[in-house]
């Protein structure tokens, strides 16, 4: 037996890259609690000495006596524990550094069970936890499906390594790309910003470094196959591949693709973008239930306030005194200096204002806040107007429609 242990701690050594003084120190501390356990756990003075040659361990009393007999079964039922123990512990430090190095990668895998709302993933040498709210609402899985996650965080725990997993994660579109594009790969076209709805719609702003190289075209590829096949990865979730651009306007315009954008105006010190559209793109760049709006922020991080032209031209004309905190003397001195009616003010920062003679920082900040929640109470009430106008005409069409039908 002991020659075999020997063996057996120069194999763990060489195959699971454990030390052998680690086993044996391991081993020597198990022997002294299985000592105490038989003498009683008052007893402190225990040793225990491991011949290298031979391979034997010798336990010894708080006397010095060497505790022999029974103590030649227990030492070797207790090796071999802590042997197994230590391979096990080896096995899950090896799995962990190797995820935790893949924090924010793609790991593929299958549906192995479900447990308490979250879906078990088998990785291979490892299980990943993928919870309900990380998967897209349009998702759904039976034991056996494949599927590519991003995995996010990795834990140490007494069952070994916890892997959580994401499907809904706007990291999973970035590393999709960077799996399915070349030029992304080789470090020419680069992967600026991505917003995501998960299962919805995705934004990505993509930036060539090479003049010869277009960064939309390299992410979509020859016929749509790049994206197709990252679309197929998502289930069918709708992707926008934006150019990117140093200059705020122009960005922010091609964010709010497919839109067509008349004019941008941006306002630095607020991070705030005034938007014109032309009517019939208004819905458009607004999205449904304000999608396309929201990512487009998300994706170049500025509040975007989004106008029609007619809704500019209807409510522009409001004279400055309707605005909330513009007194008599107030207006009298910003209509001096050329700013007649809401429109004017709204095309103007705090710095412009403070420019009016008798306006002050604060009555500046005061009158563009209330200047835009008027314009924003304006617009949507012309909005409103609006929408009731084309519902009314639908139902009269309707009605017309069915009147015709029976005669």
Known sequence: MNQELLTILDSIERDKGIKKDILV????????????????????DIKVEFDQETGDFKVFGPDGRELSGEFGRISAQTAKQVIIQKI????????FTEYQGKINDIASGSVHRFEKGMIIVDMGRAEGILPRR????????????????????????????????????????????????????????????????????????VYSKDDKVDPVGACVGMRGLRVKNIVRELGGERIDIIRWSIDSGEFISSALSPAEISS?????????????VVDDQLSLAIGKKGQNVRLAAKLTGWNIDIRSKSEIDEVSRIPIKEIDGVGPKTAKALIKAGFKTIG?????????????????????EKILHS????????????????????????????????????E
């Not at 096990?88 to 799995?95: G, I, P, S, T, Y």
């Not at 941008?264 to 973008?273: G, N």
């Not at 003010?345 to 500046?364: C, M, R, W, Y």
């Open 344 to 364: 004017h003010i709204s095309k103007v920062d705090i710095k412009e204002l403070k420019g009016v003679k008798g306006v002050g920082k604060k009555t500046a």
């Open 371 to 406: 200047a835009k929640q008027l314009l924003e109470k304006k617009i949507h009430e012309v909005r409103d107007k609006k929408s009731k106008e084309k519902r009314k005409q639908r139902e009269r069409e309707e009605a017309d429609k069915e009147g015709k039908d029976k």
């Open 264 to 276: 941008v105006r941006t306002f630095e010190s607020e991070k705030r973008a005034e938007v014109i």
């Open 88 to 95: 096990r512990e080896a096995e899950r430090d090896v799995v």
């Open 25 to 44: 120190r391991a081993i020597e501390s198990a022997l002294i609690s299985a000592a105490r356990k038989k003498l009683g756990k008052h007893v402190m």
């Open 134 to 205: 990380e998967i897209s609402p349009n998702e759904e899985y039976r034991q056996g499906d494949r599927m590519k996650a991003l995995i996010m965080d990795v834990k140490k725990t007494p069952k070994g390594p916890e892997i959580m997993l994401s499907r809904t994660n706007p990291g999973l579109v970035k590393r999709l790309f960077e799996l399915e594009v070349p030029e992304i790969y080789e470090g020419i076209v680069e992967i600026k910003h991505v917003s995501r709805e998960a299962g919805e719609r995705s934004k990505i702003a």
